[in-house]
């Protein structure tokens, strides 16, 4: 048996396992993250999402900064899908 002052080989075996659980807990979790935050939320527990988080944080000139970037961006995917639908429509009007 393998002595370190108070700590013996199980206490270090024991952590490890303890470590080893956690770290897998930990990614199983972040692999289901979508679906464990929706049954928790479905228990009445409410999780708050990252982002969710850092919106809570900012000042609101931050806010309508963020606000402002969001809307731009809507406006790009609706603007590339709105011509990827007429080069569609074209495409088979010309066939």
Sequence with gaps: MIKIGNVKKEHLVGAAIGVGTVAIGYYLYKKNQSKVDSFLRKQGINIKTSS????????????????????DLIAEKELSTNSAVVETVVEAETK
């Excluded at 969710?52 to 809307?71: C, G």
Aim: hydrophobic share 35%.
């Design 52 to 71: 969710q988080a850092a919106y809570d944080n900012m000042n609101l000139e931050e806010l309508m900064t963020t606000k402002e970037h969001l809307e």
